[in-house]
């Protein structure tokens, strides 16, 4: 799992991360692989909606296709 240090992770926009709240940074390819194990397993734990796995989804990708080109 790539790691942001508290400082990092403050100096992020707001648009950098996946869900309201700062929930789920995704400022490049490693973070968005991250977020979608991580929002796989916290949906079927039950600790996410779909509505919300899909956003983190939507968000991650939009990332990696970023980061492919």
């Known amino acids: 799992m790539s790691?942001?240090?508290t400082e990092e992770r403050n100096a992020?926009?707001?648009d950098a991360f996946a869900l309201p709240?700062?929930?789920?940074?995704i400022p490049d390819a490693t973070h968005a692989?991250?977020?979608?194990a991580?929002?796989?397993e916290m949906l079927h734990r039950?600790?996410?909606t779909q509505d919300e796995y899909d956003t983190i989804?939507?968000?991650a990708e939009e990332v990696?296709?970023?980061?492919?080109m």
């Open 21 to 25: 709240g700062r929930r789920y940074p």
């Open 3 to 5: 790691k942001l240090t």
């Open 12 to 14: 992020l926009p707001d």
């Open 46 to 48: 039950g600790s996410l």
């Open 64 to 68: 990696l296709r970023r980061e492919r």
């Open 38 to 40: 991580r929002a796989s």
């Open 33 to 36: 692989r991250d977020a979608l």
């Open 57 to 59: 989804y939507a968000k």
